[in-house]
């Protein structure tokens, strides 16, 4: 896959180049950008959010390196594309998503899809999802100021986790976190742009789990 910026890392894990090429992204967008889903740029999917760039999905996820028995956690769910790449490379995937509608669109999408091994909660991502933790990889789709506490406590000893960092309207870097010997060693990897993280809408209920192998479509 093409590098972009040029000077960035090539994509060269031959299970992300697959799994990149068997989720059909055109599934992932608004019916309206359906023609754009195979260009390499991000795409709005809604309330203020965006489907990463499959160069920014692959690198993140190629960070992780992946095994099939692995337990990931997903913070950002969004319309459910990355979710989806974890899904073919993961054992089990667990992805929180603050925003109700997404949560509930990408849930039933994946469930369409085939994909059983996902579990999705409408819920505050700066807390992870304790319940199953300690997770061997985890990923953040969107962008707080500084590392989740929470999420450092549910990454397993010897886990990875690739997080962007920074204020909305500021640089941001995507860093490599790793977990050895209880210590947190974390690794710029390049300057990035995302959405900020946030909290569940005031009012909105969270915490409610949303098995994608449970939905009907």
């Known amino acids: 896959m093409q590098r972009w910026p040029p000077d960035w890392p090539d994509i060269t894990d031959e299970r992300v180049l697959n799994a990149i090429a068997r989720v059909p992204r055109a599934e992932f967008v608004p019916p309206d950008l359906r023609e754009h889903a195979f260009s390499d ?18 690198l993140m996820t190629q960070l992780l390196r992946l095994k099939p028995d692995d337990r990931v956690l997903e913070v950002g769910t969004g319309s459910g594309y990355q979710t989806a790449i974890l899904a073919e490379l993961a054992r089990e995937v667990y992805s929180v998503e603050a925003i109700r509608s997404l949560a509930e669109a990408a849930r039933r999408r994946l469930r369409r899809l085939g994909y059983t091994n996902v579990h999705i909660r409408h819920g505050d991502g700066a807390l992870g999802w304790p319940e199953h933790a300690p997770y061997d990889a985890i990923i953040v789709t969107a962008a707080p100021e500084e590392l989740p506490p929470a999420l450092i406590d549910q990454l397993a000893e010897g886990g990875r986790m690739v997080i962007p960092l920074g204020p909305e309207y500021a640089e941001q870097m995507l860093y490599l976190v790793e977990k050895r010997g209880g210590r947190v060693l974390p690794r710029p990897v390049a300057p990035v742009r995302f ?8 009012g909105a209920s969270a915490g409610e789990d949303m098995d994608a192998d449970d939905v009907e479509t």
Do not use: K, M, N
Not at 41 to 58: D, E, M
């Open 41 to 58: 740029y991000p795409l709005p999917i809604g309330y203020g959010q965006t489907i990463s760039q499959p160069y920014i999905v692959a």
């Open 195 to 202: 959405v900020p993280l946030v909290s569940p809408a005031v």
